[in-house]
């Protein structure tokens, strides 16, 4: 397993948002969290990525342990967010935004490749290379993201509700060049309130409800399960 | 609610022994000890106003060196040069005092500064105000104005030092009961929503300039009032003393360690932090003792952030809950 | 009044104020990056001004030749109060902080009175007797000197935030904190350097200035004062905005000594500030 996480508990102050989480990614996998608003999706990332202590519970990437190393070391193994809401640094230009996420330990050696393949991916970035991220539209703005994470050269992806306040064509115009990253060989684990979206593009999910998962297996086997169809797909 | 008030019995029958005994002490004390307890309460008293708009409404607020400077100067000219009682004078300079606040405070809640950007003005207000009384002749220069003592109850100077302690102990608990009562009414409700969230306060329709000015009135009102205690008690002013920035810093740091914005707050931070500051001017070395200030403040603020009562207060509930009687 | 003599007020308050930038600037990135406020800022000024101040009285040793000492001394105590002090109120309320550093102003202006007395003093460098001469204009080699350094200094830092990771990293921080962090920024390691850069600046403007400011042990928190007002002028947390105010409260305060003099002149600065904030409280170049 690339990506093992045991047991997780988690919250902020005395209020529990994640119980008792285990959920497993292999290498080169697409997996998907399905969740509604407040399932403690977004936590979970939080969790993973270091910028929140679990109260328990450990999280192991390659074997080794993540849960007691600084967020910036996480990032320097290679597990790269891209946070909700793109979390981009609006005053700074799309070149500069793009190094940022180039500037890892790994990743810092091969910016200007990486530049280029980000660049081959999404074309309109070139375009707006000297533009404040601030001002791309939403689409550019999750593609930015997207490309200022893959500059971090990750071996393993977590996306945060990528589809979140699109539409839909710009939707699967993402979803595309994602599933291009996949066949290459990217692991990605990707948390979605869009089950439709989800289901169709991971090989596997997890249902998250209240902070526990509820379900999980096969993306195939899922979307046929008449628990899944009444609660989620409303059919 | 009756576990609250009993904490609260026990809380007034202390201050009331305090009090007790604060009222017998001068046949004990020494005069240096006497006038220095003077110097005590009239902090207290200025800490507790200083707390009705920077504890209260969270202002960090630094005009106080203005108002307090006009009550001193007001009170002092009126008397040298017209020989008009301090009595009357104290509250010219009150008013002085409360139009100074009024308009400077207008100015910057109607144009909703920053906090910071207001501590600035304030900070920069307080430096004019220091400035004015170097350069204005009326107001002695930098010379300062001196009283010549006359004892007289109608002069507002007495023959013993006892009777300033009295006096000094006698505005103390008027503030605390003034900032106990405001507290418990809609100023200090609203004061205290104002502080937590001003734009909140505003939507539901409390009128936050309105109420930030009234704080501000009272607080400089009363802040004026001590100024002229505080050149009676000396009998000398000059800028650096009694338009004194380090005179509004000891304030907000008396009000720390006790607690912003509780009622007893400047009251214990005072009460513990001052005699301390004396004994160390005194017997060890002048100017020590706001080392001693600052290395309190910080360790106060490190260890327990909200302040001493509020921390007593966390302790004491916690005892009754392990104890239910 | 003579043309030449306002051009001479003019030059030197631009020397003055490219200090003026220098000190905002530092209170500019610290706030920028950890959101603290420090009122002790100025009295780190002061530090190094008295630590030249002693290093010339026992070693007869130039203030110039000071700074190498001072600024290395300031960064490292700038370490070493961060560590202990600051990253333990990051998450407080500002009034927290405000306390904070306020117990901190008087621990330093007592331990200075304490140490060197109240007596002003300042100290000569080897440029102060010196005077250049452009046509009618003259201007003192200390202040030269201070123009040179300090504008040169201010104008590298903005150099190096614009332009270098550091810069980037810098930047990052202040746009977004958590974002910055998944970029694998060690922010804790940042902010800890930026803030001891901050006071590393002020041991370099401290050496600058002996001959220029008199030195008294209560002079820190007015630096702080001028330093704020810089950063806020400026449109807080805007870099370019604080080194550009520095320059207008420089050229005000030379004029208000020109034209006004006495304790009156020196209100001028204040009186701008507030004008400007009444007028346009986002400051110069901040956005609304």
């Not at chain 2, 220095?36 to 630094?62: D, P, R």
């Not at chain 3, 306002?6 to 200090?19: C, E, S, T």
Request: hydrophobic share 50%; proline share 3%.
């Amino acid at each position: 397993m690339l990506v093992s996480v045991q047991d997780i508990t988690a919250g902020y102050g005395s209020v529990t948002v994640i119980k008792n989480i285990s959920l497993e990614v292999d290498r080169g996998e697409w997996v998907a969290v399905i969740g509604g608003n407040g399932a403690g999706k977004s936590t979970l990332f939080r969790v993973i990525s270091g910028l929140v202590r679990p109260r328990s519970g450990k999280i192991y990437f390659e074997g080794r342990e993540l849960t007691a190393l600084p967020p910036h070391e996480i990032v320097n193994k290679g597990i790269i967010q891209v946070p909700e809401g793109r979390m981009l640094f609006p005053k700074m230009n799309v070149i500069d935004n793009l190094l940022l996420g180039g500037r890892n330990r790994r990743a810092r050696n091969n910016v200007n490749e990486s530049l280029k393949k980000v660049y081959d991916l999404f074309p309109i970035l070139e375009k707006r290379a000297s533009q404040e991220a601030g001002t791309l539209s939403g689409g550019e703005q999750q593609m930015l993201a997207t490309a200022r994470g893959l500059m971090a050269l990750p071996r393993v992806l977590l996306l945060d509700e990528p589809s979140l306040g699109l539409a839909p064509l710009m939707v699967r115009e993402i979803f595309n060049s994602l599933q291009i990253l996949n066949k290459e060989g990217m692991t990605i684990l990707m948390v979605e309130q869009n089950v439709v979206v989800s289901l169709k593009n991971a090989e596997r999910a997890y249902v998250l409800e209240n902070g526990e998962i509820v379900m999980s297996g096969s993306s195939k086997d899922l979307i046929n399960d008449d628990r899944t169809k009444q609660a989620y797909l409303g059919i | 609610m009756g576990e609250n008030s009993r904490t609260d019995i026990k809380i007034y029958l202390g201050l009331l022994v305090l009090l007790i005994v604060l009222l017998l002490l001068p046949t004990r004390l020494s005069i240096t000890w006497t006038r220095t307890f003077a110097m005590v309460f009239l902090f207290i008293y200025w800490a507790s106003a200083w707390n009705i708009i920077g504890g209260m409404a969270g202002e960090i607020n630094f005009l106080h060196p203005i108002f307090i400077g006009a009550g001193a100067y007001s009170s002092t000219v009126l008397y040298i040069n017209f020989g008009v009682s301090p009595w009357v004078g104290m509250f010219l300079g009150a008013a002085i005092a409360v139009v100074l606040g009024l308009v400077i405070g207008w100015i910057c809640y109607r144009s909703g500064l920053p906090h910071l950007s207001f501590a600035l003005i304030c900070l920069g207000f307080s430096h004019i105000g220091e400035i004015i009384a170097l350069e204005w002749d009326l107001l002695g220069g930098s010379r300062g104005l001196v009283i010549r003592p006359a004892p007289g109850l109608a002069n507002m100077q007495f023959e013993t030092i006892s009777t300033y302690y009295y006096m000094g102990l006698g505005m103390a608990v008027l503030m605390v009961g003034i900032c106990h009562w405001i507290s418990r009414n809609k100023l200090g409700y609203y004061l205290k929503a104002i502080k937590h969230n001003e734009t909140a306060s505003a939507a539901i329709g409390i009128d936050t300039v309105r109420y930030r000015l009234l704080a501000l009135a009272v607080s400089a009102f009363f802040c004026a009032l001590g100024g002229t205690f505080y050149a009676q008690l000396v009998l000398y002013i000059d800028p650096h003393s009694a338009v004194s920035i380090t005179t509004v810093i000891s304030m907000i740091l008396f009000c720390a360690i006790g607690g912003f914005g509780t009622v007893l707050g400047p009251v214990v931070g005072t009460l513990i932090l001052m005699p301390i500051g004396e004994v160390v001017r005194l017997y060890v070395m002048t100017g020590f003792h706001l080392i001693i200030y600052g290395v309190l403040v910080i360790v106060v603020i490190l260890l327990s952030p909200h302040g001493l009562v509020p921390w007593f207060q966390s302790r004491m509930k916690k005892t009754q809950e392990e104890s239910p009687a | 009044m003579d043309i030449t003599i306002i051009a001479q007020a003019l030059i030197q308050g631009l020397m003055l104020g490219a200090i003026y930038g220098l000190i905002g600037l530092g209170i500019t990135m610290v706030y920028a990056i950890t959101g603290l406020l420090n009122f002790a800022h100025g009295d780190f000024m002061a530090i190094a001004m008295y630590l030249c101040l002693a290093l010339f009285t026992h070693f007869n040793m130039d203030p110039y030749l000071s700074s190498l000492i001072a600024v290395p001394a300031l960064f490292v105590l700038g370490l070493l109060v961060y560590h202990f002090l600051f990253r333990r109120v990051l998450k407080a309320e500002l009034l927290m902080v405000v306390q904070l550093t306020l117990g901190m102003v008087f621990i330093i202006e007592s331990s200075l009175l304490l140490t060197f007395t109240a007596d002003y003093e300042s100290v000569p460098n080897i440029l102060h007797a010196v005077r250049f001469s452009l046509g009618p204009l003259s201007v003192s080699g200390s202040y030269l000197a201070t123009f040179l350094v300090g504008g040169g200094a201010g104008a590298a830092l903005y150099w190096v935030l614009q332009k270098t990771d550091l810069g980037r990293q810098i930047r990052a921080i202040s746009q977004n904190k958590d974002a910055a962090t998944l970029m694998g920024i060690n922010t804790t390691r940042i902010q800890m350097i930026v803030f001891a850069l901050a006071i590393a600046l002020l041991g370099l403007s401290g050496s600058l200035t002996t001959s220029i400011l008199t030195m008294e042990p209560y002079m820190g928190l007015e630096l702080t004062l001028f330093a704020f007002i810089v950063f806020v002028m400026g449109g807080v947390g805007n870099f370019l905005g604080t080194l550009v105010a520095g320059y207008l409260l420089g050229i005000a305060d030379a004029m208000g000594s020109l034209f006004i003099g006495g304790h009156l002149g020196a209100m001028v600065p204040y009186g701008l500030f507030v004008l400007l904030l009444l007028f346009r409280p986002q400051g110069i170049l901040g956005a609304k």
